[in-house]
């Protein structure tokens, strides 16, 4: 109960900051008249069309007239309670890079148009819409991977999905830049992905074993479900695995780094595990999904690879665990930690926070030796859909014997609209069961070894 209402506090105290904010100062600077010429069509091509357009990632467009009419009141709204552009980060704590924030004047206008009737206005103030690549954002792969085509029928559900994707490649070699591109990007929700590295000699044949497991129906355990992907070895024993190689999310494609940063060994004989591939529901038609991984060969090995860490569900170094046991039980709101003192000074380049339906907030900080604090990130508003890899704007240093602390809070009652359940029943982790409805508490660090000067780089993509 006292922590019921440490978090509403907490909420108070962001809500008036957003109010004051709607109704100061911006309101002068909205238009007496706005249309969606002049005004609105800007808006929804810097913040909305990447999306929202005919073969984008969401389920209806936003570049017409008519269609931004059919949808403006939806859109007013979206808008306003900032749940659209998807950016679940407050960007009061915490700015990364790509952030998608709408202004508060941009929402006005929106809100404005949306209660003014809509018009449409002179017809020669339109704007083109801005292009956007297709197959990669990144120019041309050197090599593209098919991933197991995926049948969908018509009007299903969620799917959770461990798929395999099996390479050989002549020799050993090197990438810069391995992204996953969907095939039906309105249906593809996200993809985290790994790497299975071989020695070449303990596994004769990469393409062995299933192909595709449904996580909601296949898998007891991860240990099972390798087996049956054929992961281990001739011998048994397990290969490296190198996580979180290949993420997508809409408008989120692939890490690329600046010149001499990140990168990755491509060992001859390799996997690509995505883990908990998630396609989203389907309209009236069935579909076949056919999506690829393309992979950017690098030239030199890289000299500062990416690592990795996470605590909390199978944490890296078993030392972090989520604290207390994540055992939610119904009707109740359940706040979790994990910590972890980092060993060696390192540069942190992205993080990801990650839960599952129950996710309520989450917040992240690190605590340095001296007693100071680098905040990492805070979502107020925990969304399943939107679990970003957040990029830094210049890699951020956390000195050696810093405590990285991830704090989360479970809504497992029937005012979170997004329980599984009805009536809510106990929910908890199960063998680092990655099904939506058990839960997971984790966050995922990739880092470098810190080098003297890496806080004044830039992670913008070049
Ligand atoms: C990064 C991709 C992305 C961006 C950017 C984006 N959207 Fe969305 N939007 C989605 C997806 C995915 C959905 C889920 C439903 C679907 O697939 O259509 C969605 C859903 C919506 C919905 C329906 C909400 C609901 O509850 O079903 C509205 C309205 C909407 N978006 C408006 C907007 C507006 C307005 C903007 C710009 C200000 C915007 N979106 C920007 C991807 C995006």
Redo the contacts with the bound molecule.
């Keep these: 109960m006292m922590r019921m209402n440490n978090k509403t506090v907490l909420f108070a105290g962001i809500i008036p900051v957003l109010l004051y904010a709607a109704c100061g100062s911006s309101q002068n600077d909205v238009p007496a008249t706005v249309t969606f010429t002049e005004h609105v069509a800007p808006i929804?091509y810097s913040?909305?069309t990447?999306?929202?357009r005919p073969g984008g990632?969401?389920?209806?467009s936003?570049v017409t007239y008519e269609d931004a009419r059919r949808?403006g009141g939806?859109?007013a709204y979206?808008?306003k309670e900032r749940?659209?552009?998807?950016w679940p980060a407050d960007p009061h704590y915490t700015t990364f890079l790509g952030q998608?924030v709408?202004s508060d004047r941009d929402i006005a206008i929106i809100e404005k148009w949306s209660t003014e009737g809509m018009p449409q206005g002179p017809a020669d103030k339109m704007l083109a819409l801005p292009k956007y690549p297709v197959g990669s954002e990144n120019g041309t792969p050197d090599m593209r991977i098919p991933v197991q085509p995926f049948f969908l029928k018509a009007n299903s559900n969620d799917r959770f999905l461990l798929v395999k994707v099996p390479f050989e490649l002549p020799a050993d070699t090197f990438a810069s830049l391995i992204e996953f591109v969907p095939g039906k990007s309105?249906i593809v929700h996200h993809v985290n992905g790994d790497m299975v590295k071989y020695e070449f000699d303990k596994k004769k044949n990469v393409f062995d074993g299933e192909r595709v497991l449904d996580m909601a129906e296949d898998t007891a355990s991860l240990l099972q479900a390798f087996q049956r992907l054929g992961l281990p070895n001739d011998d048994g024993t397990y290969p490296v695995l190198q996580k979180s190689v290949v993420n997508y999310l809409?408008?989120a494609v692939g890490q690329k780094y600046p010149e001499g940063i990140g990168g990755y060994f491509l060992p001859r004989k390799g996997v690509f595990l995505l883990n908990d591939m998630h396609y989203?529901f389907t309209n009236k038609d069935d579909v076949w999904d056919s999506s690829y991984i393309n992979v950017f060969f690098a030239k030199t090995p890289p000299n500062r690879p990416v690592q990795e860490f996470q605590i909390g569900t199978l944490s890296s170094f078993g030392t972090a665990p989520v604290l207390p046991d994540l055992i939610i039980q119904p009707n109740t709101i359940k706040p979790v930690y994990s910590k972890y003192t980092i060993p060696e000074d390192i540069s942190i380049l992205t993080i990801n926070p990650h839960m599952h339906l129950l996710g309520k907030s989450f917040k992240a900080y690190a605590l340095k030796p001296d007693g100071d604090t680098i905040r990492l990130i805070s979502i107020p508003r925990w969304d399943f859909n939107w679990q970003y890899f957040y990029t830094f704007l210049k890699m951020l240093k956390i000195p050696k014997g810093s405590t990285i602390i991830a704090e989360g809070v479970y809504d497992n009652t029937r005012q979170n609209l997004n329980n599984p359940f009805s009536p809510p029943q106990l929910v908890r982790d199960r063998n680092g069961s990655m099904k939506a409805t058990d839960e997971m508490f984790q966050f995922i660090v990739t880092y470098l070894p810190y080098q003297p000067g890496d806080e004044n780089i830039s992670l913008e993509h070049k």
């Excluded at 990632?57 to 209806?60: L, R, V």
């Excluded at 749940?83 to 998807?86: A, Q």
């Design positions: 929804l913040n909305c990447f999306c929202h990632s969401a389920h209806f936003l949808n939806a859109a979206v808008v749940i659209m552009p998807p998608r709408m309105n809409p408008g989203g």
